[in-house]
């Protein structure tokens, strides 16, 4: 059950015009190691201290400070600590929260339309009652971020109710008490952070500070040509994952990672793409199990593409699992998992290569289906299925689909109609007039399928808006290619 309280923003009284400090508190980085000689600044108060060798600061008055009115936050910040989700607004701001399972289904959403500025929390322990893991995504006009969410224990009870307010008051979310000081700390190499306080008394407060982004612009690329990059492939890495009986193996299996091969010194970050295989396949011949052998099986067939993307700059995730659309997680929901962490583990080939900001997923076939499955996924950025889908749910990215004109296992149609569902997002429809189900893999970087993927992904995952010209607006380049008959929806026509 959950509580549909709502407290007004109300201002802090004093007894008197004065009153004492005493916060103290840790900063750290993102891994939780501490950093030495971050400056933390009470600003209104403008005291000032210096973290020591462990990370710790103390800001304590001998005696008592001025009183100063409470004040309006000076800066926007979403954080998660100890089941409580709070916003930080400095202007009215729309507020959205989204809380998924790992197989990407929408438990809880919660949307305030204009919040006004202040101080909110969310009590996740009460949404949230059991012992699994959820993923959550929150958002305001400025600013959205996703956290993983390990529930207290109890027992499971999906709940999909969504809550849509017009103004300030929402089912759960919760206003705090007004700001009477701001916490700014700095440290070189991170982000300068700002914290709002509505109490400058008996607080312990950890600060987590963010990297400052190091990786190069992403030029331009001719997505109909191989990319700059050349590829390397780590083989059978990662997590199990994907059902017990395999179709093909009859065991779960891990993962190849399809990457550029100068990852540690391309000075970029580079984003990741999850990519799920059609049904009995694999990324390629895999020995002695998987093996193309054109008469009784076709296991191995999607080099052509992971390694084009690779190119291209994609560090690209593909399960070995032969059944994508199967398994709770989902094997594709695991392989990004676990790239994530490899981001941040000092011994992993990945460490800090990686722009885990800019995911995307594409797949084929059930693998497609599969994409559409987990769109909902909150660290999803854009997506694209070939040949397959299924119903769509929560989808919040832009999204491309892909079909053969003569594909007899997958119709275009049933491809088309999925399409047709997506009004609120940008989406892209291509049929490939004279491809099936798997030739369009086999017609090189400047066939339809791969040229077009990586375009769609250098767009939106790159910001390479020199390709945008292939998908967006009435003359678009796929819009006058006699291989493809195309179609775009309302949002893809500026």
């Not at 305001?140 to 971020?145: D, I, P």
């Amino acid at each position: 059950m959950f509580k549909n309280i709502f407290f007004i923003i109300s201002f802090i009284v004093f007894s008197a015009n004065t009153q004492s400090v005493n916060l103290q508190g840790i900063v750290s980085n993102t891994k939780g190691k501490p950093i030495p000689g971050a400056i933390v600044l009470l600003v209104r108060q403008n005291m000032k201290d210096t973290t020591d060798a462990e990370g710790k600061f103390s800001l304590i008055s001998g005696t008592s400070v001025k009183y100063l009115k409470p004040v309006l936050p000076q800066s926007d910040d979403i954080s998660l600590k100890n089941n409580l989700l709070q916003f930080t607004l400095s202007t009215q701001s729309p507020v959205k929260i989204k809380i998924f399972d790992l197989n990407g289904n929408l438990i809880r959403q919660e949307i305030i339309k204009s919040a006004a500025p202040g101080i909110y929390k969310f009590d996740l322990s009460e949404t949230c009652r059991a012992s699994k893991v959820f993923v959550i995504y929150a958002s305001t006009g400025r600013q959205e971020v996703s956290f993983r969410y390990m529930a207290s224990d109890g027992e499971y009870a999906l709940n999909t109710k969504s809550i849509t307010s017009s103004g300030s008051a929402a089912n759960g979310l919760t206003a705090m008490a007004a700001v009477v000081d701001t916490l700014r700390v700095t440290a070189t190499g991170y982000q300068t952070k700002s914290v709002a306080l509505t109490s400058l008394n008996n607080q312990e407060l950890n600060i987590t500070l963010d990297s400052i982004p190091t990786g190069k612009a992403w030029p331009t690329a001719n997505p109909a040509a191989t990319g700059p990059f050349e590829v390397a492939a780590d083989k059978d890495v990662g997590p199990l994952a994907g059902i017990a009986n395999d179709p093909i193996y009859g065991e779960q299996k891990r993962f190849n990672v399809y990457r550029p091969k100068n990852l540690k010194t391309s000075g970029y970050l580079h984003p990741i793409l999850i990519w799920a295989n059609g049904y009995k396949d694999n990324p390629e011949p895999n020995p002695p199990k998987c093996v193309i052998d054109r008469v009784n099986q076709w296991c191995g067939q999607y080099l052509p593409i992971l390694q084009h993307l690779a190119s291209h700059g994609f560090v690209v995730v593909a399960s070995l699992s032969t059944a994508t659309g199967s398994g709770n997680p989902l094997p594709t929901i695991v392989g990004m998992d676990w790239i994530i962490k490899q981001n941040e583990d000092p011994s992993s080939p990945y460490y800090h290569c990686l722009d885990t900001s800019r995911i995307g997923q594409l797949g084929h076939s059930m693998g497609g289906m599969s994409t559409c499955k987990s769109a909902s996924d909150p660290r999803y950025k854009a997506l694209m299925t070939i040949c397959g889908t299924s119903t769509l749910s929560g989808l919040h990215t832009p999204i491309l689909f892909y079909c053969g004109g003569k594909d007899n296992t997958v119709s275009c149609e049933s491809v088309r109609n999925t399409f047709l569902t997506v009004k609120d997002q940008p989406a892209f429809f291509m049929n490939e007039l004279n491809s099936d189900h798997g030739w369009w893999v086999y017609q090189g970087p400047s066939g339809v399928s791969l040229s077009a993927a990586a375009a769609w992904f250098r767009v939106h995952l790159m910001n390479d808006s020199a390709n945008r010209k292939y998908f967006y607006g009435s003359n678009c380049t796929f819009c006058n290619d006699s291989r493809v008959r195309v179609e775009q929806n309302g949002l893809m026509t500026q």
